[in-house]
């Protein structure tokens, strides 16, 4: 794999850990904040999956076109 496509993850990874972490913590009463990170880590890991996917080129995923 190529280095843009793991920094292309790690740096969208960061960005939706900090958004879930900022939303949760002030937008969220504290009593359930626990079962807020719970049903958000689908979120947190899915979106810079699909995001980094979505966004690759053949050649970062090493894809070879059949003709």
Same mark, same amino acid.
């Given at each position: 794999?190529? *280095?843009?496509?793991?920094?292309? @993850?790690?740096? &969208?990874?960061?960005?939706? *850990? /900090?958004?879930?972490?900022? !939303? +949760?913590? @002030? @937008?969220?009463? #504290? %009593?359930?904040? +626990? &079962?807020?990170? /719970?049903?958000?880590? #689908?979120? +947190?890991?899915?979106? #810079? +999956? =699909?995001? !980094?996917? &979505?966004?690759? !080129?053949?050649?970062?995923? %090493? =894809?070879?076109?059949?003709?």
């Amino acid at each position: 794999m190529s *280095m843009k496509f793991v920094s292309r @993850f790690v740096v &969208v990874l960061v960005l939706v *850990m /900090i958004l879930s972490a900022l !939303s +949760i913590q @002030f @937008f969220f009463n #504290p %009593d359930y904040t +626990i &079962v807020f990170w /719970i049903l958000a880590v #689908p979120v +947190i890991l899915g979106a #810079p +999956i =699909l995001a !980094s996917v &979505v966004l690759a !080129s053949n050649e970062e995923l %090493d =894809l070879h076109q059949v003709n």
